[in-house]
């Protein structure tokens, strides 16, 4: 069973930056995919960045290219994901989840297993 448990969220002015961490134990094989995904209120959960952990190879929704950057630490079964230039709209909980296969383009639907969200406020 693959559990995962995020870190790192908070409150920051516009235009500073965070960094989340997703640790990630009980996984079996290297062909692992982890995303990261955010929930604003009243709003639907969206896909992030995606990372593959045997690989490395990594997808961005448009939303936070060149602002965020996805990144692993295999030896700390760690998951990161730095947020640079934050803006009010990236304000959500923010989740990692993961799931076994090669295409680790962050949508919902394909992953399985989720952590319990670390909550970012971005201020104006």
């Known amino acids: 069973q693959v559990q995962l448990v995020e870190s790192g969220g908070g409150s920051v002015q516009a235009g500073g930056s965070l960094r989340l961490s997703c640790v990630v134990f009980?996984?079996?094989?290297?062909?692992?995919?982890m995303g990261w995904f955010r929930q604003a209120p009243g709003k639907e959960r969206e896909g992030v960045a995606g990372i593959g952990l045997g690989g490395g190879n990594t997808v961005y929704t448009d939303s936070v290219k060149g602002r965020f950057t996805i990144s692993q630490d295999n030896a700390k079964n760690t998951v990161y994901l730095q947020m640079n230039s934050l803006k009010p709209e990236d304000t959500a909980m923010y989740y990692c989840?993961?799931?076994?296969?090669?295409?680790?383009?962050?949508?919902?639907?394909?992953?399985?297993?989720w952590g319990q969200g670390t909550q970012v406020t971005v201020s104006s």
């Open positions: 989840a993961a799931h076994y296969g090669s295409n680790c383009f962050p949508v919902v639907f394909a992953y399985n297993y």
């Open positions: 009980g996984y079996t094989y290297m062909n692992v995919c």
